[in-house]
């Protein structure tokens, strides 16, 4: 089983970046496929980025892709997303999550239910 914690959320003026950290313990993150959703004030929570197990394979949501890059770093058992050029529709609380290791249909990252484990989430809010 894996423990999540993200961090690095806060608040940034339009145009701005932010680099949120997803630190995993109990199991190493390259045995997971991982993900970042987010959940805006009033909506439901949606997809943003996602890497398959081995890292080989990502996929963004249509309204991040060119400004957020999720990467990780296996020597610090870490999940990162850079986002860069930030919009006030950005603005939510920010998920990381852990999927099954293997190969799998793009969809299934796009969907929550294909992770079994969740961090805490972390704010970030996004000025105009």
């Known amino acids: 089983q894996v423990q999540l914690v993200e961090s690095g959320g806060g608040l940034v003026q339009a145009g701005g970046s932010l680099r949120l950290s997803c630190a995993a313990s109990g199991r190493t993150v390259s045995a997971y496929a991982m993900g970042w959703f987010r959940q805006a004030p009033g909506k439901e929570r949606e997809f943003v980025a996602a890497m398959n197990w081995s890292g080989g394979i990502t996929y963004y949501a249509d309204s991040v892709k060119g400004r957020f890059t999720i990467s990780r770093d296996n020597a610090k058992n870490t999940v990162y997303l850079q986002m860069n050029s930030l919009k006030p529709e950005d603005t939510a609380v920010y998920y990381c999550?852990?999927?099954?290791?293997?190969?799998?249909?793009?969809?299934?990252?796009?969907?929550?239910?294909?992770?079994?484990?969740w961090g805490q989430g972390t704010q970030v809010t996004v000025s105009s």
């Open positions: 999550a852990a999927g099954p290791s293997g190969y799998y249909r793009a969809s299934y990252y796009y969907t929550e239910s294909f992770y079994g484990y």
